[in-house]
């Protein structure tokens, strides 16, 4: 059965400092990769997927994510980060014919403005 | 707003009764999905429907559990004789047939606490 670690459980910034949330997975074949986030009081929104083609993909709001397949990687990162990101951010994997997500435990954060 | 609807937001039973949520999903999505999420930790699996069928289901989803989708439409996720270890957020999430896997869209989910 595949899992998905997210290291950091929280995260504290002050605006303006760049972001970058750890995410890996244990799965060995081929993989479908995502990060949800979860603004307090809001559903799951989806911010950005890898299915294959450029390991680097680009979401909304100025996310994005590298996948690395190496390391299992499928890091978040945003250069510079809002009060209005504090949210919490999950790391999701899919096997290529599968339909089920496996996700992390989440990491929240909290940007100071 | 025409994403995924799930009711009702909360609800608070006593330990032993039966619960049913509701989920309806976006219109044009003929994929279904239950997830449980606890205090702390992401969504869980626990089953998955295309058009009425349920092609797949978790261990979690032991036999107090059943799922329907009785015209590929709504679903609804019953809960036989409630348990503490029940608590928890239900979530339902959707998402359309193509090449390669469609991203899912989730719902606000639905708050059970069992007292």
């Known amino acids: 059965a595949q899992s998905v670690s997210q290291h950091n459980h929280h995260v504290i910034l002050s605006e303006a400092a760049s972001l970058e949330l750890g995410c890996n997975y244990s799965y060995g074949g081929t993989v479908n990769l995502f990060w949800y986030v979860q603004y307090p009081g809001q559903h799951l929104q989806l911010l950005l997927k890898y299915f294959s083609g450029d390991p680097l993909v680009k979401g909304i709001k100025g996310f994005e994510a590298e996948f690395i397949k190496s390391k299992f990687s499928f890091n978040l990162r945003k250069p510079s980060v809002q009060w209005s990101d504090t949210a919490e951010y999950f790391c999701a994997v899919m096997e290529n014919a599968g339909n089920m997500l496996t996700f992390g435990g989440g990491t929240r954060l909290m940007v100071k403005p | 707003d025409t994403g995924v609807s799930q009711d009702p937001r909360h609800k608070i039973t006593k330990r032993g009764q039966n619960v049913t949520f509701r989920c309806d999903p976006i219109s044009e999505h003929n994929r279904l999905y239950w997830y449980r999420q606890t205090l702390g930790q992401g969504p869980e699996f626990l089953t998955y429907?295309?058009?009425?069928?349920?092609?797949?289901k978790s261990r979690l989803l032991s036999d107090r559990f059943s799922a329907e989708r009785p015209k590929g439409s709504f679903s609804t996720l019953e809960i036989q004789r409630t348990e503490q270890g029940d608590s928890a957020m239900y979530l339902c999430?959707?998402?359309?047939?193509?090449?390669?896997?469609?991203?899912?869209?989730f719902g606000d989910g639905t708050r059970l606490s069992i007292l």
């Open positions: 429907f295309q058009n009425e069928a349920q092609l797949e």
């Open positions: 999430a959707s998402s359309s047939t193509g090449a390669g896997s469609q991203p899912q869209h």
